[in-house]
């Protein structure tokens, strides 16, 4: 497979850096998931990891009456379907073009079409999105698809991913609240199965749990009680490990481990009580105080729910990971306002790039669209490298069932109106009464050992805070810690990423 570089038309909104692939030679880890206090040999680390990689083989062994509960759908039949009659649709009955003195525009707009490039078209494309020109956006979309007819089953990555821009595109000029999915295809063992291959040859799924782990066992080490409040807890792979380092723990003993999973509608309410018996039973095998608990969010009052009493109260916030559903900015905001209340000793933020909050306010749609093609490309890209060989058939089920899934999702999401933008912006002021703290030297190895064991394309990147997982010159996902204001600074606080 080739992945295609693209000519961004914009200047991107945060540097790229250069790759770094020194390996620092005096790094020693102690237990890879554990606190970063003792040396040990060089080969207990490839031990630890063995440890972990067969507690999430123990957990990844699922009933499969999971299928009833589903957040990652695939591009198969509806999606498909729908999008290749797109070409004979009429645009959208409630918008009104005057058609009189257009017929020379018009005239220079097919000549235009005719002799654009794939790319030239996609930006084309997110530019008269942007200008609400509807009929010229839904004649670009109509090339693309004329262009794009047949590739969805060839082996050039960049066509499947105009592929799903252009659809991306489809949905946005028909406004459509939603992307249409069939309802039957959920949790099934294809899906969990891409789900096991990101977590196996990729290092994305690793990278943000291992680090939002690391950093909750160094900030609870002198605590007993500790209660984990998760947005989107879904299987729970992240918390065997926890478990595990927990009971495991020299010095304080940890008495109990209390974990709150925040879910959003029935499905993920649902999803979530399986998860709870499978980590309950997890518990009882190494012997380990384990409770769950579950809430369903709808605004940030919900939160006075929450039984806090003398623990020290974690929140854990994964936002727009590879291997989750999208949520929604209003949601993400929710969690973080209702979170703030309860004044938490540490929140964990692992996030997609394309989504930093920090950028989001000021982008316009055209800008994003440039900014997630580059994204989505890069990330491809990784994959392709990672799914080589006899995986190379798992990449095109990833492709279909995640990859393409998070591309239309993203490109529909996208607020165009400056209101809507706005949430992400009070997304950010959520966070005011915290503080980003860098990330230990002990996370920091731990990230940069676990990376080495994949694709040396990968790299982190620690700086201003914030801990990067990068695909050569581009950060695809950061994960940043916070805590809470000192009193006497509480109000100087404007938060930074």
């Not at 316009?364 to 994959?383: G, I, Q, V």
Request: glycine fraction near 4%; hydrophobic fraction near 40%.
């Amino acid at each position: 497979m080739e992945v295609e570089l693209i000519e961004n038309p914009f200047n991107p909104s945060y540097d790229l850096y250069d790759c770094s692939f020194e390996y620092d030679s005096s790094f020693q880890t102690s237990d890879l998931f554990t606190p970063c206090t003792t040396n040990v040999e060089q080969n207990s680390d490839h031990e630890c990891l063995n440890r972990l990689l067969q507690i999430e083989a123990q957990l990844m062994d699922i009933d499969s009456s999971i299928s009833s509960g589903s957040d990652v759908i695939g591009l198969d039949g509806v999606v498909d379907s729908e999008f290749a009659s797109y070409i004979s649709e009429e645009p959208p009955e409630n918008v009104h073009v005057s058609t009189e003195g257009n017929s020379l525009l018009k005239e220079i707009q097919i000549d235009l079409l005719e002799e654009s490039s794939l790319t030239e078209l996609l930006f084309a494309g997110a530019e008269a999105v942007e200008a609400q020109n509807w009929v010229f956006a839904s004649n670009i979309i109509a090339k693309l698809n004329t262009l794009l007819a047949g590739s969805e089953n060839g082996d050039n990555s960049f066509n499947k991913l105009a592929t799903f821009f252009t659809q991306g595109l489809h949905y946005k000029t028909i406004n459509s609240p939603e992307v249409p999915h069939e309802p039957a295809v959920s949790r099934n063992t294809d899906t969990m199965s891409s789900f096991q291959m990101l977590q196996e040859l990729s290092p994305f799924v690793k990278f943000a749990h291992f680090t939002a782990n690391q950093a909750i066992l160094e900030a609870t080490q002198e605590d007993e009680d500790i209660h984990v409040i998760d947005f989107d807890i879904m299987e729970g792979s992240q918390w065997p490990s926890l478990m595990v380092d927990l009971a495991m723990r020299k010095g304080r003993r940890c008495a109990s481990l209390k974990v709150t999973a925040v879910t959003v509608d029935q499905q993920s309410a649902a999803l979530a009580q399986q998860t709870g018996r499978r980590l309950k039973e997890f518990s009882e095998s190494i012997n380990l105080l384990f409770i769950f608990d579950q809430m369903m969010m709808a605004t940030e009052e919900d939160f006075a729910k929450i039984e806090v009493v003398a623990e020290a109260v974690v929140a854990n916030c994964m936002i727009h990971q590879l291997h989750m559903p999208n949520r929604s900015i209003s949601l993400v905001k929710t969690f973080l306002g209702g979170m703030s209340k309860l004044s938490p000793k540490l929140i964990v933020l692992v996030q997609e790039e394309l989504f930093n909050f920090s950028k989001m306010p000021s982008m316009f749609f055209a800008e994003f669209f440039s900014e997630a093609l580059h994204h989505y490309n890069s990330l491809c890209d990784s994959l392709v490298t990672s799914f080589s060989g006899e995986y190379k058939m798992g990449l095109r089920q990833i492709e279909k069932e995640v990859l393409g899934i998070k591309i239309l999702e993203s490109v529909r999401q996208f607020p165009c109106e400056k209101e809507e933008r706005m949430l992400w912006e009070d997304c950010f002021a959520s966070l005011k009464g915290f503080k980003s703290i860098p990330l230990s030297s002990c996370n920091v190895s731990q990230a940069k050992y676990l990376v080495s064991l994949f694709n040396r394309g990968y790299w982190v990147q620690h700086e201003k805070g914030r801990l990067a997982l990068c695909w050569k010159s581009r950060p695809l996902t950061t994960a940043s810690i916070w805590v809470p204001l000192t009193k006497s600074r509480k109000t100087m606080s404007t938060p930074t990423f």
